[in-house]
């Protein structure tokens, strides 16, 4: 509870980035807002859909739950005509590693008392995030369209927390738009008679093989003067032009890659990452596909390299817990720098990074899997 109380108090400090925009096909995922509720779909057209907003947190600040938890709601739904939607209840919003509950799930009506609707079954997880029993999802989604907010109860029946739905039905058209799905049987809200067979199929993710880390090493005198030459051309606030620290990894194939101190960006330490093919340090532009933006130069706020995987990770914490943002991350592939996924949160309200909003993925060459979140 002290927790929930120290973020509540900061959340008036909130960060709005900026509406996005709709297009049918993938052009520029990024997070929408409906009242309570925000969105995103990602560059496979997987959408994801949670009950936070900047809305939604400035109208809570300073409110006071008393002893009721505040769980989120989650609802994920693949593309193709023949991915359901997924609902989920997410008990980390507040905590690393909740508690284990049995809880049950229903729809919250206004009224004198505690007054909800039948039980919707959760299969609980060690982490924190519920899901609902497949077999109760439209049966939810449904019902949830009478009111604004929906509850979890536990097993004695007492409850347990309170979740918004106020912006939930618009959050769920935008994802049939984007899908594919509006007026098809498929849809969740804008049903029609289209076939399944006319929804928008998945788009296949983008291929990346990181080259990793092998060594680091020692810079010469030769590379540090080129290095500063090419900083001082880039870097901004906070960068000494006296003073440099680099540190070199050296790839499994060859190529250097140097990380150069470059002051600060907004008001994090900011590092510039260069590459050196075997003819010198030199900049290579980082792709930001996840915008639909023109590349930018390798200068990036709070941002460090895994030698294991090959992959930079750079983030931009708002908020005074650092739980809103974003988070990106890029690789070299060996000719030049490829955008690996991107992360974005908007309303800070303690929500662990790992949960944002992906709004970008790819596959890892390297290993089996369904991409990176």
């Not at 600040?61 to 693949?78: E, F, I, K, Q």
């Not at 609707?117 to 609902?132: H, K, N, T, W």
Request: proline residues 7%; charged residues 25%.
């Amino acid at each position: 509870m002290a927790r929930r109380a120290q973020i509540l108090g900061a959340l008036a400090a909130l960060a709005l980035l900026g509406p996005g925009g709709r297009a049918q096909d993938w052009t520029a995922p990024e997070v929408r807002e409906h009242d309570d509720w925000s969105v995103a779909c990602d560059n496979s057209r997987t959408c994801e859909a949670i009950s936070v907003s900047p809305e939604y947190a400035a109208r809570i600040a300073g409110a006071d739950a008393g002893d009721l938890a505040m769980p989120m709601l989650r609802v994920v739904r693949a593309p193709g005509p023949g991915a359901k939607p997924r609902i989920f209840v997410d008990r980390r919003i507040w905590d690393a590693v909740p508690e284990r509950r049995a809880l049950t799930l229903h729809v919250y009506y206004d009224g004198e008392g505690d007054r909800t609707g039948p039980a919707y079954r959760l299969i609980g997880s060690a982490d924190g995030l519920d899901e609902v029993d497949p077999r109760d999802v439209p049966a939810f989604l449904a019902e949830s369209a009478r009111t604004s907010q929906a509850a979890t109860r536990n097993r004695d029946g007492s409850m347990h927390g309170l979740i918004t739905t106020r912006g939930m039905i618009a959050a769920l058209r935008y994802v049939d738009e984007v899908q594919g799905r509006r007026d098809n049987v498929t849809a969740i809200y804008a049903r029609g008679a289209s076939p399944a067979s006319s929804v928008f199929p998945a788009r296949p993710l983008p291929v990346v093989a990181p080259i990793p880390g092998v060594a680091g090493g020692r810079e010469s005198t030769a590379e540090v003067s080129a290095l500063r030459d090419l900083r001082d051309r880039i870097c901004g606030v906070g960068a000494e032009p006296g003073s440099i620290t680099v540190k070199r990894h050296m790839l499994a194939n060859g190529h250097r890659l140097w990380a150069v101190n470059c002051g600060t960006m907004n008001g994090f330490p900011a590092t510039l990452w260069l590459i050196d093919t075997g003819t010198g340090p030199e900049i290579r532009k980082l792709p930001r596909p996840e915008q639909g933006r023109p590349a930018i130069d390798p200068y990036l706020p709070d941002s460090s390299f895994d030698a294991r995987t090959g992959i930079i990770t750079a983030r931009y914490a708002d908020g005074r817990f650092g739980d809103c943002g974003w988070e990106r991350k890029w690789a070299w592939n060996g000719s030049r720098f490829e955008m690996i996924s991107a992360r974005e949160m908007r309303a800070c309200l303690g929500i662990l990074t790992d949960r944002w909003l992906v709004t970008y993925r790819t596959r890892d060459a390297n290993r089996k899997g369904d991409g990176r979140r």
